[in-house]
């Protein structure tokens, strides 16, 4: 059974940093994508950054290039998918979640929620001083 669980969601002063974690299990090819997106008050949700299992391709949504990092790593049959982000700013508050296309063939990814057909229940990210 596939399954996605976020962490490391919280409260942070603007300029200061939090690394989000994906915990994807039951994933046992790297026939994946795991995306991570967001979602703030009163907007829709909207792709952050995305990674291809089997080609290492990475997105960035232009808000957070530069700023946010994707990388995986496997054990076994669980994937954990990190999104290391720096600079935070106010607007980047939001619930984040992780969602998972599996499998497929596709070599990238990206940041339409179409692509995708798991998802985690998401980890609230404050920035405010």
């Known amino acids: 059974q596939l399954q996605l669980v976020e962490s490391g969601g919280g409260l942070v002063q603007p300029g200061g940093s939090l690394r989000l974690s994906c915990a994807a299990s039951?994933?046992?090819?790297?026939?994946?994508?795991i995306g991570w997106f967001r979602q703030a008050p009163g907007k829709a949700r909207e792709g952050v950054s995305c990674?291809?299992?089997?080609?290492?391709?990475?997105?960035?949504a232009d808000p957070v290039k530069g700023r946010f990092t994707i990388s995986s790593s496997r054990d076994n049959a669980k994937i954990t998918v990190y999104l290391q982000m720096n600079n935070l700013k106010p607007e980047d508050t939001a619930v984040y979640y992780c969602?998972?296309?599996?499998?497929?063939?596709?070599?990238?990814?990206?940041?339409?929620?179409?692509?995708?057909?798991?998802w985690g229940q998401g980890t609230q990210v404050t920035v405010s001083s």
């Open positions: 990674t291809s299992g089997s080609s290492g391709f990475a997105y960035y």
């Open positions: 969602a998972a296309s599996y499998p497929t063939a596709r070599l990238s990814c990206s940041g339409s929620m179409g692509q995708y057909d798991y």
């Open positions: 039951g994933f046992t090819l790297d026939y994946y994508a």
